[in-house]
DNA sequence: GGCGACTGTGAATCGTTGT
DNA sequence: TACAACGATTCACAGTCGC
């Protein structure tokens, strides 16, 4: 690694530092989200967790998010006068969010029918890129009572990074993990939040919307890492800032409702973070120490001679002594020689590859674990 | 009743059975969906379903871990050159489609988060009316082959009205029927198309997108009765049609590419009309749950950092964030780590490992059978 | 015929790092 | 910034073949 490379990232690593210090970690914004969105550096939290409000073509009364009140009317005119207020709404809460997330964040949105198209189409226009939109599916939805429709049983969240090429954060191996070794789906089976996670007042929900726990923990397992900045512009009664510390995250919320910023910190105060063992996750084995073939050549692991082949034993090669292998007039490493022979554009050596062990063929994986095994601390 | 209201009754009647002397019931108009629609008289089609291009923007080759290709939607008829060229055809044809529904007609579209948003965003920006959007949960979705996002397993299709104040279809007790006495849901499992069902040409598929005729069913069955005039302006290779002649009902088709049509043709008219076996061949969503330990996790059911142990508490464990356990240098899934423990080949982590539970000490499985019964519909 | 092993495939925005 | 090297990565079905 050049060294000007690494004072960049020290110098990066340094900004990132102070940039942190001025967050108001750990606390609730006042007032309306835009506004304190603004008070939030540029580029400075990692992922946005965002439920707006919906309250769209509810019948009865209609007020636009802004709180103004629609006059009852019920013509095609009023109905694009109140879409164009929630998109005016819309467009500038994701104008902030997107300033202040860091070029490798990722934004969250959850919304239903009523108002997840305009969301989504919305976010495509901006820039965002959607990685996957998300079904919650409700273990236990209220039914439709009247019989004229379907019952409505899921919402839709929407995953986007900052830009076709921009770079983002997810734990595959977590995600596979919790879903019992299984890459985790686009859609998530999960109870609505009821019971004793539901906060309540003088026996009336504090909330009308609040949102399961188990929803946020697969949301924030998935796309940040420990010790990331979550912020939410839609605190409600803090569904987001209780799990965020559970899972040694930290959180920014905004919320004007003084009602629900009291229950949201005394609930936050409630929750007990979980120890470091606990929140550790699988790794992929990328993060985890890497092996080059040829520190098995060298260490005895597979001698060099050694004729590995592919599963059919179809086809050999022979191991060299700088972990090279050749089979007849080719050669190359374990990834580029297996790619030659297949004709694929690309080739994972460690799998592809078999040898004899104590009288099986196994891939040459499978070597490599047991050598990790063997050098490890 | 009115004689005057009886009167204009009969003369829309009679208007109508003219409007539909006019309509090409049972065929396939060729061309662009576009110009096919405008030879359509206005107010005549009781219901439309529309399958558009999804605007996939793919990139470069996919490959499967096995080095296999994967024989992705490369079609000329996916290609738009940017957003708002896929904007502009999108809001021609959805105005046609507007003018040929009767005002109690309804109209579904089918789509990916790559259109799905925009295509909604448009229909409230034209008036319709959404009643519902609907989630098609693959049963066998496409994996995610380079572990970079979630399995994309499902699709949404948006169900409208004409406005906020139409009428419209909806079949309730047939679809509470259908789903075992329950209200059918706005999700809806069903398997992809393939087996029998999916039309080959010379060992290849003839259509790349070819929808499942389960969904169809259910999306007829559910909005249209019979004798009804569906008409598709993406008609493909025809699961629409062949839908309709099962279910009765009349149906009018728009297809450019002349060897779908030809599938299409030699298809429908392989059709039966509908048995009764049909009906019950449809697939229950109250398929066997299943539960991944990762989900008692996330809910709260099991705590991360829980201590767990084999029956007779020699082995012990740590239950970690994203439901994987630690036991010394060790880690892995309850299965997993399991066998690693005893040296042996599997494990079923259910019955394995135990906790304690009000006193007791419970395999897993008891308290995946407490979480069953609590989040049962 | 039955069962297990093996193969093929589906609307997919599918990599990272160092030179 | 382009290129090359490294190396990580799949689930549910359906169909075929062989024992």
Redesign the interface.
Known sequence: MGQTAEKTRARLRAASEAVRGELPLGRILDGDCIEAMRTIPDASVDMIFADPPYNL?LGGDLSRPDGSHVDAV?D?WD??DS?AAYDKFSREWLTEARRVLRPNGSLWVIG???N??????????MGFW??????W?K???M??FK????????E?L??CSMGEKAKYT???R??????????????W???ICGGQ?RLKKGGHKVHPTQK???LL??VM??TTNKGDVVLDPFFGTGTTGAVAK??GREWIGCERESLYREAALERIELALP??E??????Q?PRAATRVAFGALVETGWIAPGTVISDKKRKVQATVRADGSLVCGADSGSIHGLG?KL?G?????GW?YWHVEHEGEIKPLDAIRQLYLLAT??
């Open positions: 073509q019920t095609h109905q694009f879409f239903s029918y009523h997840i198209f305009r969301l989504g189409a919305m976010l495509q226009d959607i990685l996957n939109d998300v079904v599916r273990a236990n939805p039914p439709n019989g004229t429709r379907f019952t409505n049983a899921h839709t929407i995953w997810f734990n595959y977590a995600m596979k993990t919790l879903n019992d070794e299984l890459q985790m789906r686009s859609d089976v999960l109870p996670e399961p726990e188990a923990y697969r397992l998935a559970r899972l979980l120890d063992s606990a929140v550790t996750t699988m992929s790619a297949q694929a554009p690309s080739c994972n799998s490890e601390d």
